[in-house]
């Protein structure tokens, strides 16, 4: 079995909402908006219609199940952050994604978890809890069972087979809470999804193009990296070995594998000629391209889409059902996936996952088809980045003034904040725009700090977050494009004691 490898995310901007009670100037434990996850202003081209197809929804619907999810995919990894040890997982209820449940063990961070717009649920056993069941049972049952994985919403570790009597004998002799355990005849079979397909001449590299391994393997494009200067994309690991040549879908020489792992992981990187330009994009045959932002992994129930090459609309949707899932192939078992019920077809192996802008993934495999209910798995992103060390390629969407510090702006404010302090600039109260325009912050504090930058806007009787810039380092950028009205800015020290200053230009 595979170790999995934490990496943390890039500087983005986000677009999320979310009602703050107003505070003190450097007052502790806020019910600060959570890191950010980046969201275009407009959904990738097809993906509006996809989503309402899928889904059972109205366009109309299916743009504010995206900006539900823009709002409270945030929350979910601030309150995981915060909650720590506690925390029993998270998941969107649907149709439409207004409601973020987070579970916990500790009934005291019920409150928290309220302040941060999220619905409190006191739960038995933590999510690491239940990964160690599920760890134990995977690899007990890997011959009985073709899919295992924690359920956050029953609390519980499922297992899907089609023997639930050898199964639950083999339970019984595994040594775990037996009452953590569920038990689910099924016959789900996941396979992998490599294939053989179509040619064209365009020698742009994105996401979901078809790419070939030898004289017969089709798998396609996941995301395009970089490690140092060299170019390349990520895919699965069983589409091929390290060495192994490849071809684009035009049948022009591509490049090489240059690492690869199948079973245990399902991830590759190919590093590509001069021939080939890589794009931050995800493309398909009809729909356009979809720009990527970052990487932020979304929570249960969340959307998520794949292209699909000659599809009237170009992308299969579904929802992002369990992370970390255990899967049996007929060529291994891959541990660590993530299960959604988006449908996948063969040549989808290696294909973009996104939800919304942000890359979610590889495809792994499936079940079912895209003609009856199905289900596919995917290999998580930032595992094959850290394993690499490689750069995902993403779209730019910071203000184009950065300079790389906080001089130049028309106003600019300075103090010193210890970690978990906040403050409200312009000095505790807030500035009026009576014009649609655009909204630069910068922030800038010591290095080995981490203090992050929110811009809210009032509406009605509460302030929403806006825009918001929280990586781990000292600086942070963002850039809004809002209508009239009042705006504030948010610094908050995420970590240790540090001055910073504040610059920021108003439309």
């Not at 003609?371 to 290999?379: E, K, N, P, R, W």
């Amino acid at each position: 079995m595979s170790r999995r490898h934490v990496i943390a995310p890039g500087c983005v901007l986000a677009i999320t909402a979310l009602t703050l009670a107003v505070a003190p100037a450097a007052a502790t434990r806020p019910a600060v908006p959570a890191r950010g996850a980046a969201v275009s202003a407009k959904p990738p081209p097809g993906m509006l219609e996809a989503l309402a197809r899928d889904f059972g929804l109205t366009k109309d619907e299916a743009q504010i199940r995206l900006l539900n999810e823009a709002r409270l995919t945030p929350i979910e990894a601030s309150l995981r952050r915060r909650i720590g040890d506690h925390y029993a997982g998270a998941w969107l209820i649907p149709p439409r994604a207004q409601t973020l449940v987070v579970a916990t063990t500790d009934p005291a961070d019920a409150s928290l978890i309220t302040a941060l717009d999220a619905q409190p649920l006191v739960v038995g056993r933590s999510l690491t809890d239940l990964e160690r069941v599920k760890e134990k049972l995977s690899q007990a049952l890997a011959t009985l069972s073709s899919v295992r994985y924690v359920d956050v919403r029953t609390n519980k570790v499922v297992i899907l087979t089609d023997n639930p009597t050898a199964v639950q004998k083999a339970i019984k002799t595994a040594n775990v809470d037996q009452a953590a355990v569920q038990v689910t005849a099924s016959t789900e079979r996941p396979r992998l999804l490599h294939a053989d397909s179509r040619a064209d001449s365009e020698t742009d590299l994105v996401g979901g193009q078809a790419y070939y391994v030898g004289a017969t393997t089709r798998c396609s494009v996941g995301f395009s990296v970089t490690k140092g200067a060299q170019n390349g994309f990520v895919s699965a690991g069983h589409c091929g070995k390290p060495g192994s040549a490849t071809v684009g879908f035009n049948r022009r020489p591509q490049g090489a594998v240059k690492g690869s792992a199948f079973p245990g992981d399902d991830f590759s990187w190919v590093a590509v000629n001069n021939d080939w330009t890589p794009q931050p994009l995800v493309g398909n045959d009809t729909a356009g391209t979809a720009h990527v932002y970052g990487a932020r992994q979304a929570v249960v129930g969340a959307s998520v889409c794949l292209p699909e090459s000659g599809a009237t609309l170009g992308w299969h949707c579904g929802t992002i059902q369990q992370h970390d899932v255990d899967v049996t192939y007929p060529r291994g078992v891959v541990d660590h996936l993530t299960r959604t019920s988006a449908c996948g077809s063969p040549g989808d192996s290696g294909s973009s996952v996104l939800s919304a802008d942000q890359a979610q993934g590889v495809v792994s495999g499936g079940s079912g088809s895209c003609d009856l209910a199905g289900f596919t798995y995917i290999q998580p992103i930032r595992e094959i980045l850290f394993a690499y060390d490689l750069t995902l390629m993403t779209s730019h969407t910071g203000p184009v003034m950065s300079t790389g510090n906080c001089g130049g702006y028309s106003a600019t404010f300075t103090g010193t904040l210890k970690s978990s302090q906040f403050v409200y600039q312009p000095r505790n109260r807030h500035y009026h725009s009576t014009v649609n325009g655009n909204h630069y912050g910068c922030l800038e504090s010591i290095p080995g700090s981490d203090l992050d930058l929110y811009l809210q806007k009032q509406i009605g009787s509460g302030w929403v977050t806006v825009a918001s810039s929280d990586s781990s380092h000292p600086f942070e950028e963002l850039k809004y494009t809002g209508t009239p009205g009042d705006y504030r800015y948010l610094v908050l020290a995420s970590g240790g004691t540090s001055t910073y200053t504040l610059g920021y230009t108003t439309p």
